[in-house]
């Protein structure tokens, strides 16, 4: 049973410029959500995507959106990088409370 | 807003021994969640704690949870090297579809 898939693992961007991230849930899992963990920090919720429409929002900024299909899968997208949106951005699946994360992408923007 | 507080932030212990991580939180939630996240690693779920007084144990660690305190414990029994890693609680369920993560406490099982 495959779990959560994040691709791709690493990036590297330079300021300014924009990034996909995508994730494919677990099987039998309809809800996204996207988190950016800094650098020894706790993951920050930036969203949540459930029936391909944003249920829930975090405290980020407009340069972050998303998106969710019909097979669930979801796409993170950030315009403008700043050097302070690098970090791990994981993405959770959940069915109910259950919640399973990926590998996450590690995004460095120079 | 929600506020998870874990402590300590950092905890250095000796195999073999015993020891506690405290998560705290500011306002009432359904679910309490532990997770394990090894360096450059995402994180592995541990426990989920959904009622007053249960209590949950996998090998070493056990945790537990006190809605009224709005406390939750993960107990470590006889410490082992590999259970070093960053432990995380996190705390949602309700209307609140989010999960709000603690800081993380660094543990490191020194031989």
């Known amino acids: 049973d495959a779990g959560v898939t994040q691709s791709p693992t690493h990036l590297i961007k330079t300021r300014g410029q924009q990034v996909t991230l995508r994730c494919s849930p677990k099987s039998g899992h309809d809800t996204v959500s996207w988190y950016q963990q800094a650098l020894g920090q706790g993951p920050q919720f930036i969203f949540q995507y459930y029936e391909e429409e944003e249920r829930q929002r975090g405290n980020f900024p407009d340069r972050f959106s998303g998106h969710q299909f019909p097979n669930y899968s979801s796409e993170l997208n950030v315009n403008a990088l700043l050097l302070g949106d690098s970090a791990l951005y994981l993405c959770?699946?959940?069915f109910g409370y259950g919640y399973t994360f990926g590998s996450g992408t590690r995004l460095t923007v120079v | 807003e929600l506020k998870v507080e874990q402590n300590p932030l950092f905890l250095s212990m000796q195999e073999g021994k015993n020891y506690t991580i405290y998560c705290n939180y500011s306002t009432t939630s359904d679910r309490l969640y532990w997770y394990r996240q090894d360096p450059g690693k995402s994180l592995e779920s541990l426990f989920v704690?959904?009622?007053?007084?249960a209590v949950k144990q996998e090998g070493r660690l056990m945790a537990s949870l006190d809605t009224k305190a709005r406390l939750s414990t993960l107990h470590i029994t006889a410490a082992v090297h590999d259970l070093s890693a960053t432990y995380f609680c996190?705390?949602?369920?309700?209307?609140?579809?989010?999960?709000?993560f603690g800081k993380g406490t660094l543990l490191t099982v020194n031989p």
């Open positions: 996190a705390v949602g369920g309700g209307s609140n579809y989010k999960l709000t």
């Open positions: 704690l959904l009622s007053n007084g």
């Open positions: 959770a699946s959940s």
